[in-house]
């Protein structure tokens, strides 16, 4: 698992070196957002193992970058387009969304 959290962390990294850039938008929606939102509901995850609890934790990290730099648009594609893509329904999308808003990192670390 620690792999995992060292993907996030590289993730964030990269947001924040170049998430303004318009050429890495493609790669926030098609990379970043689908891998922590995605990787943590993994069956690969053992909730019970204390790696797995700090990838999940550095995945929280990633997107309230994310939301630093992108703000309300980035909540509005999670809210109206990505999270329902994925079936997940309005009200567990939008805690998942309130909490991103408020940057609380415990509810942005579990979705599902």
């Known amino acids: 698992m620690v792999y995992f959290k060292l993907c996030f962390t590289i993730f964030s ?3 924040k070196d170049w998430g303004q850039q318009p050429w890495f938008g493609d790669i926030i929606q098609n990379q970043i957002i689908p891998a922590c939102i ?3 509901a993994s069956p690969n995850y053992d909730l019970k193992d204390a790696q797995t609890q700090m990838a999940i934790a550095e995945s929280a990290v990633c997107m309230k970058v994310l939301f630093e730099i992108h703000g309300d ?4 594609y999670l809210r109206n387009t990505y999270l329902p893509s994925l079936s997940i329904s309005s009200n567990i999308g939008g805690e998942y969304c309130e909490a991103l808003a408020k940057k ?3 509810g942005i670390g579990h979705l599902h």
Not at 73 to 76: A, K, Q, R, S
């Open 73 to 76: 648009g980035l909540v509005e």
């Open 13 to 15: 990294k990269l947001a």
């Open 104 to 106: 609380e990192i415990k």
């Open 38 to 40: 995605l990787g943590p």
